[in-house]
Every structure is written in C-alpha cells, then in structure tokens.
C-alpha cells in the first residue's frame, strides 16, 4: 500500500457548455421520425456537439450519460454507449442509460456534472433520447399488483392525463379556461421565437426515411400549431374524463425526439477555450403522491433553493416543462406568479413544441443558456418539471454573461 497521502478534494464549478436537440416530431405511423431509430436520433446529436464545439478533443470526453423511459429496442442496450460508438467517439470513451421518466435528461445532467464537481470527470455529454412512436410509454412494462391491491398508490397514477385531472380537483382555482389561455400562450410565445430566430439555431437537421415516400430531412418542429385559438380549445374533447379539464390542445403531446449537451469543469472549459453558457448552481429532485405527480415541481425548487441559498424572487426566468398545462399553473399559483409572467417559458414550451419524455429536461436548459445569452441582466434561472410516479425535479443556473445589474 503506498504510504503517500491521497489528494485532497474539493469541489470544482460545472459548467453547461452547448447543447442541441433534434426537431421534435409527431409520434405514430404518421411522423416525421416514423421510421427512424432512436439511437440514429441520438447520434446526430452527439455528432452535432463535437461539431459545434472543435475545441473539444473526443478523447476528452469522459462519459456519455444517455436518459430513455422506455429502454427497449433501439432505445434500449445501455444507449449512452452504443450511441457514443456509432457517433464515433473513441472506444475509451463510456457511456451509460439512464431512467427518471420525464425528468431522463435533466437526472442525466446532474449525475455526470455531479462527477464532474467530484473530479471523476473532466468533460461529459449528457441527453436524452424518446421515441414514443416505436416505443409508447409503459410498453414492455409489468407494473407489481401490490401498488393496487395493496392500495399504494391510486389507480390513476399510471395514467399521466388522469393525474392531471386530479390536479384539477385538487385545485378547483386552477380552472380548463386558465389551462386553455396558458396553453394558447404557449403556442403564440413559440411561433414569435421561432419568427425571431431565437428557436431554430439550436436544431440539428435529421435524414428521414419512408418506405412509401423515400428519403426527407427534418429541420423544424413537427407539433406547433400556430393556429390555435381559445374558441378552438375550448372545443376539444376531455379523453381523459368526461366533462374533464385536460384536452390535447392544453397538453403536451405524444412526440419523437433526442436532445444532448457538454458539460465540464469551469477550469477545464477555459483551458479547452470552450465557451460557458451556464453555471451549476444547484438541484432539488423529490417525490410527491403518484397520483397528483404534476405538483413535483413545487417541492423540488423549493429544495433546490433551499439548499443553494436563494428564494424564489432570485430566479430571473423560468423553464418550466408543459406536461400540463395545469401543473405549470399549480407551481406559478404557489410561488405567487403570475400565468402570463414573462419570465416564464419566453419561448413557448412542451404544449407548443412537444415532449418526448426523457428528452425533454436538455431542451429546458438548451433555451434557458440561449435565454441567459440574451439577458445579462439576469443573473439565476431555473429549469423544472414534474415526473411519472409522483416526482418533481428542478435545476438553477448561473448565468456567467451577467452584469450585476438588476436580476
């Protein structure tokens, strides 16, 4: 045993340097990624970063952490590695799965950058990946009889759309009309970003293929529906309920996509002369009753901001994922926000854009560090969502173009 004594740790600055994300499709035999594989869809975005980013060696890449919700197929087969091998990233470079449902993504940003505040990692990729059109939630799955008979849990909770009425009945305040306008909203903010440029730079093209109708590419978002109006909305049918409040207009829809980012250590990043778009600064995961999962969101920043320091008045913009658009609502009506706040989802969100479930946390941030390069003024941001089986999870950001000045 040497008799030498072990380095002294202590914890370095992450940073999120890049990221990019696919145009997200429609799920079903209909959309644009049909017949497109999912770990393809991955590897144009791992090949997307190490081009945007030639200051960084491959060689230098230390893990590919990719997040899946349904790990089966060609989502399945520890993704993070398979799609770092196709990607071409050196066979010394390791990759792993990674399982939080909705929030796939954003765990798989804070485990790596949790390595890489440790020192076992230097520079990481990490993303998400769903393909809800071959893989629909919950396929493959054999949940155990005990959560019913036992009563653990109610027997909506498997049921996203069902827990979102809950919510409704939970919070009778928080009615079908205010989910409607917010999700209304949600649509007109996206299209204005995408007409402003602000959406789109971040996209990586995809070669599509159709048996029926040869090859395409995707190069924009498949789920907008820039036509939407209240009177249109309020039409839509409850399938969830009848009489109920969640319609596919105020909800985020079945969706095709992969996002990915590079994360590294402050002190590396400016050796590699790589650029910070964000700094860590803290995370709050939770659980919550399964059958209300939407609420997540609430507990989980309240622990994130609890443990770095701040208060809810710190956070100079939110990215708050659109599930529902109830359970946006639920965490604005808690911190006293108002629903057509600015700082929230600037540029639309998941009602607008789509949700493909363990994707989706790297898009939240993706925009907020494209958000923090537009704003000096704002010093924090905040990314969250609520997770299946009754989960919220939140991250804060630093935003490392900030002038001092007011958030």
């Known amino acids: 045993m040497s008799n030498q004594e072990r380095r002294p740790r202590s914890l370095r600055e992450v940073v999120f340097v890049d990221g990019v994300r696919t145009p997200f499709g429609k799920a079903g035999p209909k959309g644009v990624y049909a017949e497109t594989r999912a770990d393809d869809l991955v590897v144009r975005v791992i090949r997307e970063l190490l081009r945007r980013n030639p200051a ?8 590919v952490a990719i997040a899946a919700t349904t790990q089966i197929g060609d989502q399945g087969l520890t993704i993070g590695r398979t799609a770092a091998l196709l990607a071409g990233l050196p066979t010394s470079v390791p990759g792993y799965a990674i399982d939080r449902m909705c929030a796939g993504a954003m765990t798989a940003v804070t485990t790596t950058a949790s390595g890489i505040a440790f020192g076992a990692y230097d520079v990481a990729i990490a993303g998400g990946v769903e393909h809800m059109g071959r893989h629909p939630m919950g396929e493959g799955a054999d949940p155990n009889p005990r959560f019913f008979s036992e009563e653990l849990v109610d027997g909506s909770a498997l049921v996203m759309g069902s827990t979102a009425e809950n919510l409704h009945d939970r919070f009778p305040h928080l009615t079908k009309e205010r989910a409607d306008a917010f999700a209304l909203a949600s649509q007109q903010r996206y299209a204005k970003a ?14 599509t293929r159709s048996a029926e109708h040869g090859w395409g590419l995707a190069t924009v978002d498949e789920p907008p529906r820039p036509n939407t109006t209240l009177e249109g909305l309020a039409t839509l049918k409850t399938p969830f309920r009848p009489h109920g409040h969640v319609t596919a207009g105020n909800a985020a829809g079945l969706n095709d996509g992969a996002t990915g980012c590079i994360l590294a250590a402050e002190e590396v990043a400016q050796e590699l002369g790589l650029t910070a778009g964000m700094r860590l600064v803290g995370y709050g995961f939770v659980g919550v009753e399964p059958e209300v999962m939407g609420v997540g969101p609430v507990p989980s920043t309240e622990r994130a901001l609890a443990r770095t320091g701040l208060t809810i008045d710190d956070i100079g913009l939110f990215e708050l994922n659109e599930a529902f658009a109830v359970q946006v609502l639920a965490f604005l009506d808690h911190f006293g926000i108002a629903d057509d706040d600015p700082r929230v989802n600037p540029w639309g969100g998941a009602i607008a ?9 790297v898009r939240l941030m993706t925009q907020l560090s494209r958000q923090f390069a537009e704003r000096p003024d704002v010093r924090y941001g ?17 935003n490392p173009n900030w002038e001092g000045a007011a958030k």
């Open 56 to 63: 960084l060696p491959p060689d230098r890449v230390d893990e």
């Open 382 to 398: 905040l990314t969250a969502m609520c997770v299946g089986l009754g989960m919220g999870a939140t991250v804060i950001w630093e």
């Open 194 to 207: 995408v007409a402003n440029g602000q959406i789109g730079p971040e996209l990586v093209t995809v070669a």
């Open 353 to 361: 854009v789509g949700h493909p479930l363990a994707s989706s946390g």
